[in-house]
Antibody, heavy 119, light 106 residues
Framework: QVQLVESGGGVVQPGRSLRLSCAASEFTFSSYTMHWVRQAPGKGLEWVAVISYDGSNTYFADSVKGRFTISRDNSKNTLFLQMNSLRTEDTAVYFC????????????WGQGTMVTVSS | IQLTQSPSFLSASVGDRVTLTCRASQGISSYLAWYQQKPGKAPKLLIYAASTLQSGVPSRFSGSGSGTEFTLTISSLQPEDFATYYCQQLSSYPVTFGPGTKVDIE
């Protein structure tokens, strides 16, 4: 079935960088917009970024604009989130999410990958 | 676009009818979704386009509203429904989520 699997999380010092990946399977990845959503420990959901099906359009939350980049490799069915200049407030579980069969809503989610920014 | 949810916390019993509210700071037509999240799990889509039940979601869940005020109703609360519920607007970027309503056992 349609599946998303995130990887790349870990512990990183403030100011450093980290790249997250989201491997997609069992659907035509190159046809779908993809999103990243995060959730700080004990907090609510925060949308982070979106990329169009072909990578030509991206949008970011104000909290990450200028520090994070979203990209995709349609030949490898993989979504990326490049996170630079990390801050302690970026500590969260990061989910990739897919509006697959529900208009624009996110009906497919990965399991999440934890990013901890700490000195 | 800011979303507010009420109540923030709700204590209820199995079999209760429960109504959660989501308000948008400006009109978003019907570009609203509802999610259920349990601890340690990814969110699960319940309702999209304000009132369309996602495939596989029990019919005790229903959504209504348009413009700035929306509701999620659970007609008869079941043990597996105790969770946190988030609304989300998809009218414009940045996409935003409400702060959530936690539904707990009374």
């Amino acid at each position: 079935q349609v599946q998303l699997v995130e990887s790349g999380g870990g512990v990183v010092q403030p100011g450093r960088s980290l790249r997250l990946s989201c491997a997609a399977s069992e659907f035509t990845f190159s046809s779908y917009t993809m999103h990243w959503v995060r959730q700080a420990p004990g907090k609510g959901l925060e949308w982070v970024a979106v990329i169009s099906y072909d990578g030509s359009n991206t949008y970011f939350a104000d909290s990450v604009k200028g520090r994070f980049t979203i990209s995709r490799d349609n030949s490898k069915n993989t979504l990326f989130l490049q996170m630079n200049s990390l801050r302690t407030e970026d500590t969260a579980v990061y989910f990739c999410a897919l509006p697959y069969n529900s208009l624009d809503a996110f009906d497919i989610w990965g399991q999440g990958t934890m990013v901890t920014v700490s000195s | 676009i800011q979303l507010t949810q009420s109540p923030s916390f709700l204590s209820a019993s199995v079999g209760d009818r429960v109504t959660l509210t989501c308000r948008a700071s400006q009109g978003i037509s019907s570009y609203l979704a509802w999610y259920q999240q349990k601890p340690g799990k990814a969110p699960k889509l319940l309702i999209y386009a304000a009132s369309t039940l996602q495939s596989g979601v029990p019919s005790r869940f229903s959504g209504s509203g348009s413009g700035t005020e929306f509701t999620l109703t659970i007609s008869s609360l079941q043990p597996e429904d105790f969770a946190t519920y988030y609304c989300q607007q998809l009218s414009s970027y940045p996409v935003t989520f409400g702060p959530g309503t936690k539904v707990d056992i009374e």
